[in-house]
């Protein structure tokens, strides 16, 4: 079973790379008017690739971290494991949303383009960080996912990076950027968690 939820991952994973190529190709060629890069973002990227590619890829393909597999019986960990598709069927379609929602104005890392408009509709009316949300939901589903301590929780750490590193310096960006339209969006808006 457990090589089933190691497929589902790196599936979800593939899908979720495709699904970004057509948003890629865009803001490649917008014109920036605003690039911030602050000394963390290079952390958070490496984050975002050792914690959901490095780690989930030598567990599955070698036994190297054997040593921290959770200690849970077979039948646990099956039931683990389906709450953890579950889960990240949930944390894909959060993505694409996101990505469908913000169009053009997504980039994958601080910009601002010379047409960017501030999205305050769709997934972005009830929360401000759908994708990052995504993020939580797919740490949570690859700690459900992936049997073992550092591989599996490898999503989560990655979203911790993006909490604590990445909303901060982005939400400056927007705020000097937008001013007083981006307080009010931030007034009516959780950062992660939606409201009703
Ligand atoms: N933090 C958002 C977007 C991530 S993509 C999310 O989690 O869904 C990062 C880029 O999106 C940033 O460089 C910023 O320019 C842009 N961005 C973030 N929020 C936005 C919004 N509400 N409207 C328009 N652009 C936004």
């Known amino acids: 079973m457990g090589i089933l939820f190691k497929a589902a991952y790196f599936g979800g994973l593939i899908v979720e790379v495709i699904m970004r190529i057509p948003y890629d190709r865009h ?27 490095l780690l989930p890829l030598i567990y599955s393909l070698t036994p190297w971290l054997g040593f921290a597999d959770y200690p849970f019986a077979e039948p646990a960990r099956r039931w683990m494991g389906f709450v953890g598709l579950a889960i990240l069927a949930a944390a894909v ?15 994958p890392s601080l ?6 408009q501030l999205v305050t509709c769709g997934i972005y009316s009830s929360v401000r960080h759908p994708m990052y949300t995504s993020q ?4 949570m589903a690859q ?4 049997h073992n301590w ?7 750490m990655a979203f911790g990076l993006l909490y604590f590193l990445r909303i901060p310096k982005e939400e400056q960006m927007m705020l000097q950027h937008f001013g007083d339209e981006y307080r ?9 968690v939606p409201t009703l």
């Open 27 to 53: 803001q490649r060629e917008a014109k920036k008017i605003k690039q911030w890069a602050p000394v963390s973002e290079p952390v958070v990227n490496a984050g975002l690739s050792i914690g959901m590619g």
């Open 93 to 107: 379609w959060l993505f694409w949303r996101s990505h469908s929602d913000l169009g053009k104005n997504w980039s």
């Open 111 to 116: 910009e601002i383009s010379s047409e960017h």
């Open 136 to 139: 939580l939901l797919w740490g």
């Open 143 to 146: 700690a459900l996912l992936m």
């Open 150 to 156: 550092l591989a599996g929780m490898g999503g989560l």
């Open 184 to 192: 009010a969006y931030c007034e009516q808006t959780n950062r992660i």
